[in-house]
């Protein structure tokens, strides 16, 4: 991982931002932009700071310079450029890092366990098991590379699937009931038990809270009244209120 710092001084604030905006989903979308933050100056309101967190410095010469991501990226920000005052790469020293969901819940091996284990019980349940009639054999493997994404892992979701568009596509269509919503999110509790995915309760109310939100989205894409989803990264889910357990 390398960091990038990229540093403005910038007339137009408002006109920046709104840039920004725009250029943050091309951005979060690329595999190789692990995440990114852009800071304002207290004391200099015209100074901003852009800090990106890249897979390597390869990553993002080879990779995101040289991808569509990218060109997307550089048509919102182009008429920035000028003001840009450092542009360069960082290697981290001394940190304070809490570990990602991914790391804690013990990486892609876990997550595969835990996706494997629970489309075992979704077949044999009459309510949701009828969703996945016809399942590619691979499905339970993409849906491991989803969570590790979500929860702070690597990009492979996006690299090998399509990202957040591709997955809300699988859904559209499919007139998911409340029922089977509640009883898919029972059965992957059922499986992170089987499993020994951790027990804490700061992991679980983190765990459970995405598994609420992603399962009302899809509940709402695969109804009659869904919109065409937006172009937006693949959402990164992190501890929420409580942080992670310390005896």
């Not at 940190?95 to 489309?119: D, I, N, Q, S, V």
Request: charged letters at 25%; hydrophobic letters at 40%.
């Amino acid at each position: 991982m390398i960091v990038e710092y990229i540093r403005y001084r910038v007339p137009d604030a408002d006109g920046f931002e709104d840039a920004y905006r725009r250029a943050v989903v091309p951005l979060g979308n690329s595999p190789e932009c692990l995440t990114y933050e852009l800071s304002r100056c207290v004391d200099e309101p015209e100074c901003y700071v852009l800090r990106i967190e890249w897979t390597s410095a390869e990553g993002h010469l080879e990779g995101f310079r040289k991808s569509a991501h990218f060109q997307e990226f550089f048509a919102e920000i182009k008429p920035f450029v000028s003001h840009i005052e450092e542009m360069r790469h960082y290697e981290q020293v001394i940190t304070k890092t809490e570990p990602t969901l991914f790391e804690w819940a013990g990486g892609a091996e876990a997550l595969e366990r835990l996706t494997a284990t629970f489309y075992d019980l979704v077949k044999k349940d009459d309510l949701v098991g009828p969703l996945f009639a016809g399942m590619d054999p691979g499905h339970p493997r993409y849906v491991a590379m989803w969570l590790g994404e979500v929860f702070g892992g690597p990009a492979a979701y996006t690299r090998e699937r399509g990202g957040h568009t591709h997955m809300v596509s699988k859904h559209l269509g499919k007139g998911i009931t409340e029922q089977q919503r509640r009883r898919w999110v029972s059965l992957l509790m059922d499986a992170a038990d089987e499993v020994g995915l951790p027990s804490d309760a700061e992991f679980r109310a983190a765990f459970a809270g995405y598994v609420e939100w992603g399962t009302r989205l899809a509940l709402y894409f695969s109804g009659p009244n869904a919109r065409a989803p937006k172009e937006e990264p693949v959402p990164r889910w992190g501890w929420g209120v409580a942080p992670p357990y310390k005896p």
